[in-house]
């Protein structure tokens, strides 16, 4: 997923991210520090979103139905990887894919992973940290190769 298709999702959304949270437009506006003219825009369907405002939306109200149905339980992590491409951080405990995730490789405790959502793929390792994530599949499964011949 790029950014651009990111904004489109929210963007695409927004009335009824803003409904589901029971907020004016005025006061989604401010919270996420746009204009009202720009977000009746969006709403319409004139305008998008730029990275930074989708992002806004998609955290300010990720435990929102509407944002989870998009990204699952890994919004964070999406926002991530459109932001970088690819990421690698060890230290984010997970709670071992148990719902949006299927599992494409097991070995000595290390998965691989398919989100079912987002399309995304990851590693974690044997105690459910991710270890790494991309979009790109065989950039997971050459780097759950490394990980394995450590």
């Given amino acids: 997923m790029e950014q651009l298709e990111f904004d489109q999702l929210i963007s695409e959304r927004t009335r009824l991210i803003r409904a589901e949270a029971n907020v004016t437009q ?9 204009s009202k003219k720009t977000l009746v825009d ?3 369907g004139r305008k998008t979103f730029g990275f930074t405002t989708s992002v806004t939306v998609a955290v300010l109200f990720r435990d929102g139905e509407i944002v989870q149905n998009l990204f699952g339980d890994a919004v964070l992590e999406i926002i991530d990887l459109c932001a970088r491409q690819s990421a690698v951080k060890p230290w984010l405990k997970t709670l071992g894919g148990h719902v949006f995730w299927t599992l494409f490789i097991e070995h000595e405790g290390y998965r691989m992973q398919h989100n079912r959502v987002t399309g995304h793929y990851r590693i974690l390792d044997p105690k459910n940290y991710r270890i790494f994530y991309s979009f790109d599949k065989e950039e997971v499964r050459q780097r759950f190769q490394e990980i394995l011949n450590q």
Avoid: C, N, P
């Fill in 26 to 34: 005025d006061r989604f506006a401010e919270m996420i520090g746009i």
């Fill in 42 to 44: 969006v709403e319409k």
